[in-house]
């Protein structure tokens, strides 16, 4: 296997590599990230000023990368901006400001989730990513016993009404669509080993728990999972691309707005483990 140098970004969560463009898809570059990203939780690559074809290609090279529907290009590449004349269903990319893992409503959540920056935005939308493996880890054994057998319900309603408070019927229906209800165990034991909470802005409810005291326990959670010394915050340039592992990371944006200009283009690439 081919070594590739990397710079660790926090003690906890994230690491630089830094590659050329054209060497991306060098015979076993692609394997090697991918053992790194399983290590880091997520990979930085500083101004690497890839091509979207070449993105496509990597992710497909990381995994299998899933199309999104939301794309008007033939590559599947999702456009993620709050120009209107770019982007589809503004109201998803505005509801990402919250903590969230990606894939929460299906029955097998995204491996990971590469990011490109295209343009980068002159104030605010920065992207900020949690690292649940070692939130985890921190917790007692007595709070980790508490929480093995509880299951929660996700959707992408939970998720959207918290930043829409007003939504239209037209907009509830396509929530319900896109993002249906799914019950979810809270703690997620993975194949390697690493162990997350699936919780974030599409946690409704907890099974069985009584609304108040399900609200305090996700929000008691996630103020947990986000503190500083679990975090890193990426502010953007121009060219950076970032691929982090979703099942082991909440991610969100700051805010930002249209006028900002921000441009990221991204690429989802698929999991291979139930929840």
Not at 4 to 21: H, N
Not at 103 to 110: E, L, M, Q
Not at 165 to 170: A, D, M, N, R
Not at 236 to 256: E, K, S, T
Request: a negative charge; charged letters at 20%; aromatic letters at 8%.
């Amino acid at each position: 296997m081919i070594e590739i140098p990397v710079e660790v970004v926090t003690p906890k969560l994230g690491a630089y590599v830094r590659l050329a463009a054209d060497t991306l898809l060098s015979q076993g570059v692609p394997e090697a990230c991918l053992d790194l990203l399983n290590q880091y939780g997520a990979l930085i690559f500083p101004r690497i000023c890839v091509s979207d074809e070449v993105q496509v290609a990597f992710s497909n090279r990381l995994g299998r990368m899933q199309p999104t529907r939301m794309s008007s290009d033939a590559l599947g590449i999702y456009p993620v901006t709050l120009d209107p004349n770019r982007a589809r269903f503004l109201d998803y990319i505005q509801s990402n400001e919250h903590w969230h893992m990606d894939g929460t409503t299906y029955a097998i959540p995204p491996k990971a989730t590469n990011l490109k920056c295209q343009v980068p935005p002159s104030s605010g939308g920065d992207t900020e990513f949690a690292n649940l493996y070692a939130a985890y880890e921190d917790l007692s054994a007595a709070r980790k016993l508490q929480l093995e057998e509880l299951r929660v319900i996700h959707s992408a309603e939970a998720a959207n009404a918290k930043f829409f408070l007003t939504p239209s019927e037209e907009d509830l229906k396509r929530w319900r669509r896109d993002g249906p209800p799914r019950e979810q165990p809270l703690v997620w034991h993975q194949a390697n080993g690493c162990t997350s909470l699936v919780i974030g802005s599409t946690a409704e409810r907890i099974v069985g728990m009584s609304s108040a005291q399900s609200r305090a326990l996700l929000d008691e959670l996630l103020t947990w999972c986000t503190q500083p010394k679990y975090c890193y915050r990426h502010r953007w340039q121009q060219g950076d691309m970032v691929i982090w592992n979703n099942p082991g990371l909440l991610h969100r944006a700051h805010h930002y707005t249209a006028e900002s200009g921000r441009l990221m283009h991204r690429t989802t690439i698929m999991g291979s483990e139930a929840t």
